[in-house]
Structures are given as structure tokens and as C-alpha cells.
Nanobody
Framework: QVQLVESGGGLVQAGGSLRLSCAASGYTFSMYMMAWFRQAPGKEREFVGGITWGGGSKYYTDSVKGRFTISRSIAVNTVYLQMNSLKPEDTAVYYC?????????????????WGQGTQVTVSS
């Protein structure tokens, strides 16, 4: 089992920045990929960015490319999402997720473990 705990959400003005953290515990050596998803009210959960745990390959949805950066620290079993130039449409609950096996996928139901979510609100 893997436990995931997110932190770092909050309220920020448009154009501002936030950094989300996701601390993993448990059988973290079994993880293949970690990712961030988000879900706005009335919308489906969508992939934001992901990183392979071992190789560090990174993937992003088009709407955040150039603004968001995903990274990881194997030493402290933590994944980060640096969010810059935030827009009101980035407002959502952000979830951290982990997947045990490859390949790289972006659909939520393919992920085995989830955090509780952290709210990000961007005001205009």
C-alpha cells in the first residue's frame, strides 16, 4: 500500500504562483509513476502532469505546458507541482495519484492510489 498526502493549496490572484507537495509513504519502491489530477465543480477529473518515479520523465496536459512544472525527490518520497502564471480556469481540487505499473497513462481509473485533494482557487 502507498499513502499520499497533498499540501500547498490555497487562494491566489491570477498571475500568481503556488507549489503543491505530495508526500508518499508505504511501499513507495513499487511505484512506477506519480501524477497530479484536478477536478473543477461539475467537470470530470483531468490529468495535469505526471512523472515516472525511476526515470523522471515528465508529461503535461497542453493547457499547463510552460506554466506548471512537476518534479520529484526520491530522498523524501515527495512529488511537487510548481504552478506559475495561474489563471482562474486553474481553480480546482488538485489530487496526487500513484500508479504501480507502466506504461504511462493519463486516465484517472488507471491509478492505484490517491491523496485526499487540496483546493486551489485563483481569483481574477
Amino acid at each position: 500500500q502507498v499513502q499520499l498526502v497533498e499540501s500547498g493549496g490555497g487562494l491566489v490572484q491570477a498571475g500568481g504562483s503556488l507549489r503543491l507537495s505530495c508526500a508518499a509513504s508505504g511501499y513507495t519502491f513499487s511505484m512506477y509513476m506519480m501524477a497530479w489530477f484536478r477536478q473543477a465543480p461539475g467537470k470530470e477529473r483531468e490529468f495535469v502532469g505526471g512523472i515516472t518515479w525511476g526515470g523522471g520523465s515528465k508529461y503535461y496536459t497542453d493547457s499547463v505546458k510552460g506554466r506548471f512544472t512537476i518534479s520529484r525527490s526520491i530522498a523524501v518520497n515527495t512529488v511537487y507541482l510548481q504552478m506559475n502564471s495561474l489563471k482562474p480556469e486553474d481553480t480546482a481540487v488538485y489530487y496526487c495519484a500513484a500508479r504501480r505499473l507502466g506504461p504511462v497513462v493519463i486516465t484517472p481509473h488507471e491509478y492505484n492510489y490517491w491523496g485526499q485533494g487540496t483546493q486551489v482557487t485563483v481569483s481574477s
